[in-house]
Nanobody, 119 residues
Framework: QVQLVESGGGLVQPGGSLRLSCVASESAFSINVMAWYRQAPGKERELVASMSNGDVSNYADFVKGRFSISRDNVKNTVYLQMNSLKPEDTAVYYC?????????????WGQGTQVTVSS
């Protein structure tokens, strides 16, 4: 069981920046994919960005060029640098760890951190 703890959310003005962090309870070397999702009120949870253990990253179209995902396997941490924030980026942001074993994907979620973009 992987425990994940997110931090770094808050209130920011449009055009501002935030950096989210997610610390895993076990070695990140054992986690195949770490990812950030978000869920706005009344909407489904959606993928924001992901990064594999081989440092292959993937981004949703709506954040390309603005957000950047990175991971530090020594610190067991994944980051989401968010720049040029827009009001529509307001959501609860969740960290997910994905472990593969014998063809089975096991997903672990953090508790979420609120990001509010407003003037």
């Amino acid at each position: 069981q992987v425990q994940l703890v997110e931090s770094g959310g808050g209130l920011v003005q449009p055009g501002g920046s935030l950096r989210l962090s997610c610390v895993a309870s076990e070695s990140a070397f054992s986690i195949n994919v770490m990812a950030w999702y978000r869920q706005a009120p009344g909407k489904e949870r959606e993928l924001v960005a992901s990064m594999s253990n081989g440092d292959v990253s993937n981004y949703a179209d709506f954040v390309k060029g603005r957000f950047s995902i990175s991971r530090d396997n020594v610190k067991n941490t994944v980051y989401l640098q968010m720049n040029s924030l827009k009001p529509e980026d307001t959501a609860v942001y969740y960290c997910k760890a994905e472990k593969h074993f014998l063809g089975i994907r096991n997903n672990y979620w953090g508790q979420g951190t609120q990001v509010t973009v407003s003037s």
